[in-house]
């Protein structure tokens, strides 16, 4: 889907290597926006409404994937936000 609109890929990282608690409030304190995809529901927040605990799924693990581009990200995966995001 990034490929087929010529998205450049600056970071990917593994399940093996995943993101801390830290590495994710320094994420959420990056962006203005963040867009929680929880099955086909897809959670706008401002940033600084947003807590690392809303970024986890029912495994306590942090959603994937998460894709940053500019000022927003969007955690979990949601097909028609994953093109918004890429326009």
Do not use: C
């Not at 990917?12 to 608690?21: D, I, K, T």
């Amino acid at each position: 889907m990034l490929l087929s609109r010529k998205v450049a890929v600056k970071e990917e990282r593994s399940a093996r290597n995943a993101l801390s608690e830290m590495e994710v409030k320094e994420l959420l304190g990056s962006v203005d926006e963040v867009w929680i995809a929880r099955g086909k529901k897809v959670e706008k927040l401002a940033a600084e409404a947003a807590k690392p605990d809303d970024l986890r799924g029912p495994t306590g693990n942090f959603r994937a994937p998460m894709l940053r581009r500019g000022r927003r990200l969007l955690v979990g995966f949601h097909a028609a936000s994953v093109e918004e995001l890429a326009d």
